[in-house]
């Protein structure tokens, strides 16, 4: 029997319940579809010019989602703020989405007044916090959505709310079909990766035990993939406990690749992981090829191609599949995935600075 295969494994390292979070990913998505399109929305008093989404960590990746689903179907360009200060564009022709799981990311707040001091056109999602409060202070729209869960799991609080309200607001066409096969998929990729899968049949646990002991190296093949490539890396380092690297094509043809050259030398723990699109260009199927070739034995080579008809069915995928690997690689690392002391200890000292 293999180790994932362990009946006690979830009691033994999984204390806290991730695995039971990251199966309940789909009714989540659909507890938030259902909030973002009950809540009364306010009516904008200008026309948006550009889009912001202030967030960070598991808040800011619903944003990264948010800017895909834009380029593919959108007219606005949407930036993800992960700072304390918003660029000097930002004014009352500004839409900012202002997403702190808790309500209390300091960068978030940071962010929220000075769009208020801009004028600009906010509307707030958390599970309440200091946010919350604020927002309904000064009569800001705000979508409170369950807490008690760490924002990692939370994605489709943080993520469908903000396509959802995008919708409703006219600025992204509807989506209601992408939407329904794209849950559909959801569900199709949970009970295939899930722990009764046994090693034998689950390629999430497969590909967790290519990557164990190695340090993963993420490559998207550009687009949406670039964004996913973001998320597995963080998910892996929150749930895993150890580094991995993203990165895009086209951009690595010009410069990462030259660090194979001394590969040889240097990568006798690596692993490729290729997140691949079925439509990709001719140009970038031939840069994976050549990459491929160039890379040769230096490192273990994996590819995951994206399952769907539309980009957010495809994005949805390929995120849920990393979700899967990385806790499988927290319980062969022999971690808790839930637990994240190092943030903690940052935050601690975060409060003692004025």
């Known amino acids: 029997m293999h180790p994932l295969d ?5 009691t033994r390292l999984d204390p806290h319940g991730m695995m039971a979070l990251t199966l309940d990913f789909p009714a989540q998505c ?12 306010p009516q904008l008093p200008r026309t948006p010019r550009q889009v912001l989404v202030c967030g960070m960590g598991g808040s800011a990746i619903g944003g990264d989602y948010l800017r895909a689903l834009f ?47 801009r004028e600009a056109m906010i509307l707030a999602v958390s599970s309440g916090g200091e946010l919350k409060q604020r927002a309904d202070a000064d009569g800001v729209f705000h979508l409170q959505v369950p807490g008690g869960q760490p924002p990692r799991t939370a994605l489709g ?39 009764s899968v046994p090693y034998a049949q689950n390629p999430a646990k497969q590909l967790a035990q290519a990557l164990h002991r190695r340090i993963p190296l993420i490559y998207g093949s550009g ?28 951009e690595l043809n010009h410069n990462e690749i030259l660090g194979w050259v001394k590969a040889h030398e240097q ?14 260009s001719a140009k970038i199927r031939t840069r994976i090829e050549v990459t491929r070739r160039l890379v040769g034995d230096a490192a273990d080579w994996r590819e995951l191609t994206a399952e769907g008809a539309s980009q957010l069915e495809r994005l949805m995928h390929l995120t849920y599949f990393g979700d899967f690997v990385s806790l499988y690689l927290a319980f062969l690392n022999a971690v808790d995935p839930e637990n994240i002391d190092y943030i903690n200890i940052l935050k601690a000292e975060l409060a003692k600075v004025n």
């Open 6 to 10: 362990e009946s006690g494994l979830l």
């Open 157 to 195: 609080y943080l993520f469908v709310p903000l396509m959802r309200l995008a919708e409703r607001l006219g600025l992204l066409p509807d989506l209601s079909q992408p939407y329904s096969q794209t849950m559909q998929r959801l569900v199709q990729t949970r009970d295939a990766l899930q722990m």
């Open 71 to 117: 380029e593919e179907y959108g007219s606005l360009p949407v930036q993800v703020i992960r700072d304390y200060q918003l660029p000097n564009s930002v004014d009352a022709h500004t839409l900012v989405f202002a997403v702190s799981y808790s309500g209390n990311t300091e960068e978030t707040l940071a962010c929220y007044a000075q769009a208020r001091a």
């Open 30 to 41: 659909e507890r938030a579809m259902q909030l973002a399109s009950e809540s009364p929305l």
């Open 267 to 280: 990568a006798g723990n690596w692993s490729v992981v290729v997140l691949r699109d079925p439509d990709e």
């Open 223 to 250: 687009g949406a993939r670039a964004t996913v490539a973001m998320r597995w890396k963080g998910q892996i380092n929150e749930n895993a406990k150890q580094h991995a690297f993203a990165y895009t094509f086209p």
